[in-house]
Each structure stands twice: as C-alpha cells, then as structure tokens.
C-alpha cells in the first residue's frame, strides 16, 4: 500500500539495527508500513512514508528506533478536514495502540 508522503529527507525517525531484537512491533504498529523485517532485524523500507506519529517508538522495549512525534498526524488530521474528509492520521483502523 503506498501512501501519501509529506516531504521527502526530513522525518525525524531513526532505527538503531543494533539495538533491534526483530520482535516485529514495529512492523505491526506502523499505520504507513514504514518497516519490514529482514534477516531478523526490522529495516526501514521507505523513510518518507513516516508520518512520526510515533507508534513504532512508543511499543519498541528495546529502544531501538527514535523519532520526533506528533509532527505526523497532525498533517494527517489537517489534511483530513482540508479534504472533507475523516480527520485521521491513519491510524483508527492499525491492529495496537499508535497515537496515543
């Protein structure tokens, strides 16, 4: 599923390969599929579909990935009402916790 992207070289987000056990949480939290997981470790497919609402952060217990959030779903609720539609940082319908 590609999604919109914000701009392009400026999101905050940051994975540590280090750090990262592959438990896949961020795989599964990200409401944009920013992350997949190969050779057990999570890897970041496409930077600029982050939206920094920070799900993958907040559910990693290892560490591991860091960005600046809130940024994100802002634009996404903005863009929401500017549109006419459901204000909405995508994240109504992930399977866990993302903007809390």
């Known amino acids: ?10 999101v905050t987000l940051k994975l540590d390969a ?6 896949g949480l961020c795989v599964m939290v990200c409401p944009h599929a920013v992350f997949e997981i190969s050779n057990r470790k999570a890897r ?5 579909d982050c939206m920094e609402c920070g799900a993958c952060a907040l559910n990693c217990q290892f560490g591991a ?3 600046k959030s809130g940024v994100g ?12 539609s459901e204000p909405s940082c995508d994240c109504s319908d992930s399977k866990s916790i ?3």
């Open 98 to 100: 993302c903007c809390e």
């Open 18 to 23: 280090e750090l990262c056990t592959g438990c």
């Open 1 to 10: 599923m590609k999604t919109m992207q914000y701009f392009k070289n400026v």
């Open 65 to 67: 990935i860091a960005v």
């Open 44 to 48: 970041i497919v496409d930077i600029d």
């Open 73 to 84: 779903c802002a634009a996404g609720i903005l863009n929401g009402i500017l549109t006419n």
